[in-house]
């Protein structure tokens, strides 16, 4: 069986690693499968420990106790860090390209441009609503300019920006949407979105709502959708 490795995506900037040494002890030899579920694991556990650590302060060791994993399936699977890394934040994205794909699906937003960015933004808060790992992660690495920020803005945040724009400024030309910044709506949209969810605790202690309470996300994008638009309900 040929080794396991992330899924290569010129658009994602995926990359494969190359096997350096002979696997360590413990990891499933050439031949072996590792059908345990393992590397998901790994994936879920290395979003959640970078999101809450950063990148410097996570370490391979607490990622692999988090995932009930072998220390050496990580260099099996991903030969480091950088790599795991970048494995974890590409498994997010297309999961979150896939939920606005299922969302967008058969309806009449793929020709309406103000449907087609209230369903995004719909399937936007009920993806960092999930996944607020995800939202952590993505604010840490924002705030540096550095390799990784980079890497991130031009392998998934400006395609998708770009995609968004367009949307905006077909709706401002049909005169349906204010005519604001798209820049401006992006960051909006980010904060308004993502923050109450990635704040949990602070928003369970202040208010005394809980957003990981089934059924929150739902509500929360009508409000954000409301303000956006000037319409209420769905």
């Not at 220390?71 to 606005?100: N, P």
């Amino acid at each position: 069986m040929a080794r396991p490795a992330a899924r290569a995506k010129a658009r994602a900037g995926a990359t494969r690693g190359t096997r350096r040494s002979r696997p360590a002890r413990g990891r499933p030899e050439r031949g072996q499968p590792a059908g345990d579920g393992s590397r998901e694991r790994i994936l879920n556990a290395a979003l959640a420990v970078f999101a809450e650590r950063g990148f410097d302060g996570a370490r391979t060791r607490d990622i692999a106790e988090r995932a009930d994993a072998n220390l050496g399936l990580i260099k099996y699977y991903f030969e480091g860090k950088e790599q795991l890394w970048k494995a974890a934040v590409t498994r997010a994205f297309e999961e979150l390209q896939a939920d606005f794909a299922a969302g967008l699906q058969g309806s009449e937003a793929t020709n309406d441009p103000l449907a087609w960015l209230e369903r995004a933004i719909r399937q936007f808060v009920r993806f960092v609503g999930r996944r607020p790992d995800f939202m952590r992660l993505m604010n840490d690495e924002a705030k540096r300019d550095s390799a990784r920020m980079r890497w991130l803005a031009d392998c998934f945040v400006r395609p998708m920006a770009d995609v968004v724009a367009q949307q905006v400024r077909q709706a401002q030309a049909e005169g349906r949407l204010a005519p604001f910044s798209p820049a401006s709506l992006h960051y909006i949209v980010l904060g308004a979105a993502g923050l109450i969810f990635s704040n949990a605790p602070e928003c369970r202690y202040v208010s005394g709502v809980d957003p990981t309470d089934p059924g929150f996300a739902e509500q929360h994008a009508d409000t954000l959708l409301a303000l956006l638009t000037g319409r209420a309900g769905r």
